[in-house]
């Protein structure tokens, strides 16, 4: 089976529109600049992005199994554009309709991800699922550094600000979806298997295996988000660069330090296992956490800082693949604890800055230290 572009094309589609739920991160620096908040009322602004991976990823999981991937994948596009639709409307005069904004923002990215993770295996070729997997996850790096590079090429070129987002993210959803809708893909079930339910979902998470792996997405996610909203107050912590002018600079590296790991990542799973990749990755990512304490100059900060980019780069793909690959008859089940999992990119920020206000900035990357040395060490699991 080769690939076919014509079915895959729009599920790539999809997986930038995933990359545009990551908005919330670039701007948590900017509204906590503007807003005078503190790291633990910060952390709450990306609380309200990742909130529904916890509620509905599940419930979505078991609809999909039911009535098709591709429908979720619609709905998830529609959620999303009535979001960002919304405050286009209401001119961005209340904060209040911004959160709701972003709530059906992260609403459309839950959607996407439930079902864009399992559909990426319907359309790949035998054995391509992971390097496919790892290449979605480079297109979505791309809708994620967005988040960042507009706001700041706004800024300079056109005096306008993060305001711009909003339209261009709707016009994409708008021609990812009607593009989704036309094409026909043929899912892949297994027959032999029991439908998908709650109870099934329970006794996978009580399986050891599919419960660390579970995990191991909550601390991934948490440590993800909390980079991307944290290094702009590193920079200017450490370095004295202007959060307003500057700071975005280090969630832009970062975020293109994700997109090229997440590209060469597609071509080194061409030739090596998805193991052994996590096991380097995972160890790659912690160096760049330590050299952020050691870097005394900023092209040692800025250095490190595209290590960890790297290394974070597939860790994501890497174990998604690696449980639906052990479990393929159960990947809606799968894919719905997954997703779900992403709901530590709301909770791990708020510990990340309770932490960083009990004690240090720095101390918060401890956080992040811990998270990435727990998958690390799960690289090293041998499943029974």
């Known amino acids: 089976m080769k690939n076919n572009y ?67 994948l619609l709905l998830g596009m529609l959620a999303a554009l009535v979001g960002l639709v919304l405050p286009i409307l209401g001119n ?28 990426m295996r319907d359309v790949s070729p035998e054995g391509k699922y992971s390097r496919n997997l790892s290449f979605g996850q480079f297109i979505k790096a791309i809708g994620s550094l967005s988040g960042a590079l507009i706001p700041l090429l706004a800024a300079k070129y056109w005096g306008l600000d993060w305001k711009l987002l909003f339209p261009i993210y709707s016009g994409i959803l708008l021609v990812a979806a ?41 601390l991934y996610v948490g440590s993800e988000v909390s980079m991307s909203a944290k290094l702009p107050n590193y920079l200017s912590e450490k370095f004295s660069y202007d959060i307003k002018e500057l700071g975005l600079w280090g969630t832009l590296f970062f975020f293109i330090a994700l997109m090229t790991g997440r590209f060469l990542g597609g071509v080194i799973l061409n030739w090596m296992s998805p193991s ?82 009990v004690f240090s900035l720095m101390g918060g990357f401890v956080v992040t230290l811990v998270c990435i040395g727990y998958i690390f060490g799960l690289s090293f699991y041998k499943r029974k």
């Open 92 to 119: 961005f005069s209340s904060f209040g309709l911004l959160l709701g904004s972003l709530l059906l923002l992260g609403t459309g990215a839950t959607l996407l991800q439930v079902a864009g993770n399992p559909i």
């Open 178 to 218: 009607i593009y989704l809708y036309v094409v026909t893909i043929e899912e892949k079930k297994d027959d032999s298997a029991s439908p998908a339910s709650f109870g099934s979902v329970l006794a996978l998470l009580k399986n050891p295996y599919v419960f660390f792996m579970v995990l191991a997405i909550f």
């Open 276 to 357: 052994r990749f996590l096991k380097i990755t995972t160890l790659l990512s912690l160096i760049g956490i330590a050299g952020l304490y050691i870097a005394t100059s900023s092209i040692m900060g800025f250095a490190a800082i595209f290590l960890i980019g790297l290394g974070f780069a597939n860790i994501f793909p890497l174990v998604f693949s690696i449980a639906i690959d052990a479990m393929p008859e159960r990947s809606n089940e799968i894919s719905g604890l997954m997703v779900t999992a992403i709901i530590g990119g709301a909770i791990v920020p708020v510990i990340f800055g309770a932490v960083a206000d």
């Open 6 to 72: 014509l079915k895959s094309g729009p599920i790539f589609l999809a997986f930038l529109c995933m990359g545009f739920g990551d908005v919330v991160g670039p701007l948590t620096s900017q509204l906590q600049s503007e807003y005078e908040l503190s790291n633990v009322l910060a952390g709450l602004v990306t609380f309200m992005g990742f909130i529904m991976f916890g509620l509905l990823s599940v419930p979505m999981g078991l609809y999909q199994d039911r009535k098709g991937k591709k429908r979720v």
